[in-house]
């Protein structure tokens, strides 16, 4: 079994900054991707951005710059810093991992339950 837990997301000012946090546990093998996705009321979740073998990312085109994906001095931790928030970021964020389990030859793809980020004044 693997779990995928978010956290971090807060009520936050326009122009502000928050980080999100997002540990994957259990019978991992390796990861391969753990990204980040959001949704808001009456939309459907779009992606973030995304953090390839713990290298490369890719970016949404509306939060390149804004948004970055790093990892943390957390076993299978990555988090998600927001700068310069707008109000159209407000969305519950979903962390998403793709790996191997213990075995290797079996794959998961895991979300975790969301956090609620509101941007607002």
């Known amino acids: 079994q693997v779990h995928v837990v978010e956290s971090g997301g807060d009520l936050v000012q326009p122009g502000g900054s928050l980080r999100l946090s997002c540990t994957a546990s259990?019978?991992?093998?390796?990861?391969?991707?753990m990204g980040w996705y959001r949704q808001a009321p009456g939309k459907q979740r779009e992606l973030v951005g995304v953090?390839?073998?713990?290298?490369?990312?890719k970016y949404a085109d509306s939060v390149k710059g804004r948004f970055s994906i790093s990892i943390a001095n957390v076993k299978n931790t990555v988090y998600l810093q927001m700068n310069s928030l707008k109000p159209e970021d407000t969305a519950v964020y979903y962390c998403n991992a793709l790996g191997h389990s213990d075995d290797y030859y079996t794959t998961f793809d895991i979300w975790g339950q969301g956090t609620q980020v509101t941007v607002s004044s």
């Open positions: 953090m390839y073998d713990g290298d490369s990312t």
């Open positions: 259990g019978s991992i093998f390796s990861i391969n991707a």
